[in-house]
């Protein structure tokens, strides 16, 4: 499994592509390093898997009960827009014009690399989402992390 991390500012061009950043691609293994399928993220933001990331996530997905009408809704708004994509002799990704619209990426944007993804965010949303610090992040660090290893932060 990928273990990304980082944040990147990068530039959209008129076509809409941007060069994965060097810091970024030495973190990929060689052979994830020019294809990628992108989609949706959870926010109004986009995310890239590297393609052996996203043929685990759609081994997972395609285990779900399609019988249950959740999983149904879930599967067809997780694969809306998904698109594979490849790195052209430049090295740069081209982003799907109808996903660049849905997370109102314009010149600058940004990646924001984590776990096994890369999430695409218009600069300006990315930066009005993360100015708003948590009240308090050691109570948020303690009710989420507190629950690894099955550990109950409230006993």
Not at 91 to 106: G, H, I, Q, S, W
């Amino acid at each position: 499994m990928a273990n990304l991390f980082g944040e990147f500012v990068c530039k959209l061009d008129a076509k809409g592509r941007f060069m994965l950043p060097a810091g970024l691609v030495r973190q990929l293994s060689p052979g994830d390093q020019e294809r990628f399928v992108i989609n949706r993220g959870f926010e109004k933001n986009l995310t890239l898997y590297p393609e052996s990331e996203w043929q685990k996530i759609t081994k997972e997905i395609n285990s779900l009960n399609l019988y249950n009408k959740k999983n149904r809704e879930f599967v067809r708004y997780f694969y809306r827009g998904a698109s594979e994509l490849r790195c052209d002799s430049a090295n740069r990704l081209l982003v799907p014009k109808p996903l660049m619209d849905y997370a109102d990426l314009d010149k600058e944007i940004v990646l924001f690399a984590f776990g096994n993804r890369i999430e695409i965010w218009s600069k300006s949303l990315y930066e009005s989402t993360m100015s708003v610090e948590p009240e308090d992040f050691s109570v948020l660090a303690e009710d989420v992390m507190g629950r690894i290893n099955n550990k109950d932060p409230e006993s």
